[in-house]
């Protein structure tokens, strides 16, 4: 499986920035799906955003799609999302994942093998 590291978390303002990056250390290729989710306490883990490596956004949630966006650097393995306009309800553990089985659009939180550890975003109102 792809391994990955998320960074970035941290604590900001309603209104504020904070952007995320998620490094694959071995075995990411061109053509993984992969995608961005968060948990929040007591909820359920939600899809955000789910991308091609080196490709095409598939999916973008309708809570983030203006005030996300993704950024791709296949030179160093990273993909990054830089979230603005945060809000409280933003507040979450977030996490990257990736999946080399073919399919991007129809995947779900369980069809993703391989995961990050987290990274914590904190919104104060």
């Known amino acids: 499986h792809v391994q990955l590291l998320e960074t970035g978390g941290g604590s900001v303002q309603d209104g504020g920035s904070l952007r995320l990056s998620c490094v694959a250390s071995?075995?990411?290729?061109?053509?993984?799906?992969m995608g961005w989710f968060r948990q929040a306490p007591g909820k359920e883990r939600e899809g955000l955003i789910s991308?091609?490596?080196?490709?095409?956004?598939?999916y973008f949630a309708d809570s983030v799609k203006s005030r996300f966006t993704i950024a791709q650097d296949t030179s160093a393995n990273t993909v990054a999302l830089q979230m603005n306009m945060l809000k409280p309800s933003d507040t979450a553990m977030y996490y990257c994942a990736a999946d080399s089985d073919p399919g991007c659009a129809e995947k779900i939180v369980t069809d993703f093998a391989s995961w990050g550890q987290g990274a914590q975003v904190t919104v104060s109102s």
């Open positions: 071995r075995g990411i290729s061109r053509g993984h799906c």
């Open positions: 991308f091609y490596y080196g490709g095409p956004t598939i």
